[in-house]
């Protein structure tokens, strides 16, 4: 057996690409989601191609190490599944699977060292059935089925996004806060004890049977915010002023 | 208070979007998945935009229904939930959700009949911090780090699909057959006991200790491939072929 790398993502293989800025916002697709191996089965603009780099933003690394195959069978002789892209796998007995799905898939083919490949067809008319009848599945998006071609780029830009999702470990919530963290609950108790004696003083919370009501309803709204500390000095800074100005008024 | 539609869909806003391809490619990508609120504020091109409408390739009731605005605010202004799209918010106090929660929150917005609105920056920049400032949320892709930036329209490809994912009920693996369903077990064993006779027949399953796992290995092989009824028949044709070859040979 010859000696190859181990498997550590799947190819990523355009049969008959027509467009060369479609191959470079593949391109660009694929490394946004730390995809390398592109392989084109004849393309047909010249290759390397310029437009295709202008149109990659800098995803050069990709098309530098793209391969350029003759037929299908060449392109994806050393791999060991095969998935085509289509959204008509019409009279084919075929499984297909969500790009979820395929990602899930892809993941654990790569951990089994099993390399996977995926093919996605020309922009116009996608796979052919005797394209499709070489691979071990379909992964078909679904869409509004009133509009469901995808650009070329787009299509390889949802199965980069799924697979890198499916090993991504982003919260799905954050409060994104710089290096300010959440203020404890002891300054915000602080600012609103100061806002109440405010409005106390000022008479806005003077109707004693309105009173709790409002004081709950002020506090709820400045509770959700999760204000940093920063803010709350702003807010005691905005209290401030507002007061002075009221006593110079 | 003002009568308004329904909310049923999130709006897309471009802010000042530099290039008309990317709005066209935007405008195909929304349809795609089903979004047809298009609002531009301030785009570059000249608008209505000839090269926008080549690049939607057919999206055109989308492009037709873009709405033009001299500013933000004007453009969100009937909005009641807004999200900022960026992969750099920075220096900002702002909850950050990937695409896949915000699609959450996006679904549950509108079945509460909220107005949703998600924001995308001009393509070199990104959204500057006094619109994310604005903004109730920032959605942020999780990518490469060392290559984050996505196309204008690839962005917005990733929200539409997953706003359309997060209602889909397509099932995440099916086995696609066309109007052929998958053959009753009786035929696939009626092959079966038909090739294992012919492999008697001829000497294939001579040896006698060898011929138990020699048939749990040919089985195993035929049992996965979920075969449709003419699956099966052209299996049983290519026997009668081969059988009939070597009785002739």
């Known amino acids: 057996m010859r000696e190859r790398p181990p498997a550590s993502q799947p190819a990523i293989i355009l049969v008959e690409p027509q467009l060369a800025e479609n191959i470079g916002t593949t391109a660009r697709a694929m490394l946004n989601f730390g995809l390398t191996d592109l392989r084109l089965v004849n393309p047909k603009p010249d290759w390397p191609s310029d437009r295709a780099k ?100 787009q299509a390889v830009l949802l199965i980069g996004y799924e697979w890198f999702q499916a090993a991504d470990a982003t919260a799905a919530e954050a409060l994104h806060n710089g290096d300010s963290p959440v203020a404890d609950r002891t300054h915000l108790m602080s600012f609103l004890n100061r806002l109440e004696f405010e409005l106390d003083d000022s008479g806005f919370l003077r109707v004693p049977h309105m009173r709790p009501a409002m004081i709950r309803n002020i506090r709820a709204i400045f509770s959700r915010m999760a204000m940093t500390d920063q803010e709350v000095r702003t807010l005691h800074g905005i209290l401030t002023e507002l007061v002075t100005k009221r006593m110079r008024g």
């Open 54 to 153: 202008a149109t990659a933003s800098g995803a050069d690394r990709v098309l530098d190490g793209a391969r350029v195959f003759r037929s299908l069978g060449e392109a994806i002789a050393d791999l060991q599944v095969v998935y085509a892209t289509s959204n008509r796998p019409r009279d084919l007995v075929k499984r297909v699977v969500t790009p979820r799905h395929a990602a899930g898939e892809l993941r654990a083919h790569v951990a089994a060292d099993v390399r996977p490949g995926i093919l996605f067809g020309p922009e116009r008319t996608g796979l052919v059935n005797d394209d499709l009848a070489l691979a071990d599945a379909v992964i078909s998006a679904p869409v509004n089925p009133s509009f469901g071609s995808l650009n070329l780029a």
